[in-house]
């Protein structure tokens, strides 16, 4: 086949498998999203790292609450640098765009590495894999800018170049070490994952190299080792510089708050339990979640045989392997040591404030995907020749392209064509609000420096960032007031409002009442929910409301943790209705210290945050001009 016509044919395979992040991209843009609270304070940190002063960490992190010191960061800046050329141009479209191409260059990378290892066999598994992947996570992941999101591609990268440099593919060393240190430095959680995967396959690499398994390594197989090397040493100088000169060390920081447990309950075997069901039972456990939170199921006889299964099979074919082909018992053990790691990460999850958040066990989707795929193509490799199907597959592949291409196509159409949740509702409202007020405030922004003052709740946790962005989009300097005292401070220090006067000053406010500040002008109004969002959250409340009963409500599987949460167990146990209407029904269902007959802790939470929003009732933007 001729070369131009087969690169046309992958590309546009890459492409159908690439379609929910279109999808979800043309959504983002159709929905008027602007970056709202975690969300914006990333890409305002992106705009920095095109000044003198860029970051060199990532964004702070909750994860060394514990500690004496709480001013904790994710490892590096890398999605800081990433996002900022086309963020800079368009906070909302640039980064979601930046989002979606980390995405796509994660597929197309993933199916290069497949094809490195196993041909095009092997790379047409790695399309349908990516758009497994794609389904698992769901709504809008796959364009989300937020740091639990954006790795979620990469870490599948960074596995198949792991598993690939086991096989001897150097070439794909450089790959591994790039996807390992975005996702490494974007989110804590993986640090463990992608450390100890690292860790081993660098022992793989060297006793290659004191074995003598290869021959000697001419100029173009060095360069590999010596790009990897660079790449290394380039992406982890920001950390090391700040690690250098910082009081304290972010990198001295992780290393106490890793060593001292997650500080805090954890998930422990629930964890495991869940790590089963997702990467134990093959395709079916990584359906997409649309809940934000929820308590995984308690480890039972099925999940315990369901985390046994990949071990047990990979264990067989280790054994048949030391007799047969020997070349290939690295890479399975690299899958097990993946499939080693993936377990302690998932028995280690946090818990904050007894609320586990599912976010938080994402990666272990691409995880259960890359890990029965490399295990699927290690079976097929030791199947006798006689009886292997890979002379169909080569028949079919070679005799038969249309028919090998028409196959996949249908694979991937059929994976895009699946349902996928949508966003959480409280999110979508917190976007929404986020998108109607960024346009005014951009309009009477200026060059001058603004102070962006919070105040109300979701000023505080959503909007005053979306505003913040909004004023520095325009162009101006801006120093924030969140309005309390936080010892998490997630937009830089130099943004602090330290008492200046003289300057232009926005007021985020909520409630019926903002009393705003004497003198100042009402730039921007939105309700908090819209007519039909509050109708629909009224008809839920009101279904809800009806259906509960001292009968339908019991005692959760976790045991409350004070004299306080015992207490308000008791008092929703005798009267639901009353612990629905004041919230304490929802606080303690997603902590599942209560347990609702049909009713999910994650819906309740969901509307009890909904009710908030709505209780809220507007948000205002007030413009205060310096005096003369």
Known sequence: MPVARRTLIWTALAVLAALPVGTAWFHQLRAGWFPESDDATIVMLAGDSMTTDPPLVGMISTAGAHLEDPELHHPGPIEFYLLAPLSKVSPAAGSTLTAALVSVASIGTLTWVLYLMGGSSLAGVGLVGSALILWGVGADTPVSV?????????????????????AGRNAAL??????????????LSYVGLVGAVAAWVAVVVAWRSCRGAESTPSPLSRRPLVLAGVLAVGLWLPPLIQQLTGHPGNLTQIVRALTAGPGGEAAGTSGLAEF??????PVAGISPDSAMTGAFDPMSLLSAAALALPFLLLAVLLTLQLR??????????????????????????????????????????????????????????LLPPARAPRSTWAALGKRNAAASTALLVALLLAVAALPRPATWAPWAVQRRIAGEVAGPVKEISSASTTVVRFRGATPYLSTGSAVALA??????????DPGAPSPVFPWREFRRYNGQTGMNELWVRSGMDPRPPPGATLVVEVPTLTDQEASSLRDRRARIRDGLTPSTVRRGPRQPSSSTQQQAASAALADPVGAFDDGTLADLAVRDLIVVDGISGDELFEIQRLTTLGDEH???VWHLAPSD
């Open 146 to 166: 937020w740091n639990p999101h954006v790795v979620v591609m990469p870490f599948a990268v960074f596995l198949v170049g792991a598993v690939a440099v086991s």
């Open 174 to 187: 450089p790959v591994m070490v790039a996807a390992g240190s975005l996702v490494a430095q974007t989110h």
């Open 276 to 281: 089963g069901r997702v990467v134990g039972i």
């Open 324 to 381: 047969r082909a020997r070349e290939l018992a690295p890479v399975t053990i690299t899958v097990m040591v993946i499939l080693l790691a993936g377990a302690v990460t998932a028995s280690r999850i946090p818990l904050s404030d007894g609320i586990l958040y599912r976010y938080y066990a994402l990666w272990m989707r691409p995880l259960a995907v890359v890990v029965w795929m490399v295990t699927g193509w290690l079976a097929w490799l």
């Open 471 to 480: 004023t520095q989009q325009a162009g101006g300097t801006v120093l924030i």
């Open 618 to 620: 507007r948000i205002q």
